[in-house]
């Protein structure tokens, strides 16, 4: 979820779910060692609880990037081993570290030192030609080994030399069972299952065999999935309507725009918030006509709602 998943995504994702643990776009320990780290760490208080994913290879780097986010009070940092990207494999971290389950545990056991909360792994089940089941448990009983308690798991391998990372995430195909298999064996670790989850019903049938469902695509291409998991899950939580969440982003925008954000890094993430329902595309083609102006401001979003049909 590169350049996806950031501080505004995630504050308005946090309105639509008030449960949700919510994860960060992936950031390189480089870039926190040795760039702004404000400005790649910084988030909303009422994110929480969120976590950072982190990613890279070296020990070192990994630690003080640790320390540093633990400065800014992170419930969680992950370490990402399942993106397939070929930025990612150039600076060796993602997905081709699955091959290296020992310089996975040597980052892991350097930020455990660092922070007091949670350090996890996000990971593929496998890659390339190491598509088995042994691969991935050899994987996870070496971070296990090296006390991690709790894997992320996408339930497709990367298939790192000749797909792109668009394709990654659809060509593949899924594969539940292995991560089922997963937890039977390494029943005392927290294993999460990620890739494909688009419906309730595919939620709970997962659910039956693992120990949570990290949701990506479908919670940014359509959000309010999320307020049907909250309602879903938790059904005395009051869950607001999709013009709720607008209007509660309102002073959030204002703010945001008073310390020079641009309106269109915040509406870009709410585009899909009314997908499915009548009056969806005019939403949609409004804010992405208006959005990008120098001088527009939260009054984009109304006249948005105002252009939809009673009906939305």
Aim: aromatic share 8%; proline share 5%; with cysteine.
């Amino acid at each position: 979820m590169m350049d996806w998943t950031d501080r505004h995504c995630r504050y308005f994702m946090r309105l639509l779910s008030p449960s949700a643990r919510l994860y960060t776009e992936m950031v390189t320990a480089a870039a926190i060692v040795h760039g702004d780290a404000e400005r790649f760490l910084r988030f909303n208080e009422e994110e929480h609880p969120v976590a950072l994913q982190l990613g890279g290879s070296e020990p070192d780097w990994m630690a003080q990037a640790t320390a540093r986010a633990s400065e800014f009070g992170y419930d969680e940092i992950n370490i990402n081993v399942g993106c397939p990207s070929d930025r990612v494999q150039s600076g060796r971290f993602g997905a081709c570290l699955m091959a290296h389950p020992d310089v996975v545990a040597d980052c892991f056991r350097a930020m455990r030192r660092e922070t007091d909360v949670p350090v996890t792994v996000k990971t593929r089940i496998g890659i390339d030609d190491k598509d088995n089941y042994d691969f991935l448990q050899g994987f996870v009983d070496a971070l296990a080994a090296a006390g991690c308690q709790k894997f992320i798991v996408h339930a497709r391998i990367a298939i790192l030399e000749g797909l792109s990372p668009k394709e990654n995430r659809s060509v593949p195909p899924l594969n539940y069972e292995r991560v089922y298999q997963l937890k039977q064996d390494f029943p005392d670790l927290t294993i999460d299952i990620n890739g494909g989850l688009t419906s309730l019903e595919q939620v709970d049938t997962v659910l039956q065999h693992v120990d949570g469902a990290m949701i990506g695509r479908q919670a940014y291409h359509q959000p309010y999935f999320l307020a049907e998991l909250e309602r879903h899950f938790n059904p005395d939580q009051a869950v607001p309507s999709r013009q709720d969440v607008v209007d509660r982003m309102l002073p959030y925008v204002d703010r945001m725009i008073a310390e020079g954000v641009s309106l269109n890094s915040m509406t870009r993430h709410m585009l899909g918030l009314f997908a499915g329902r009548p009056g969806a595309r005019a939403w949609r083609r409004y804010i992405s006509e208006h959005a990008h102006r120098e001088e527009a401001g939260s009054e984009v979003l109304v006249n948005a709602l105002n252009a939809m049909p009673l009906a939305a």
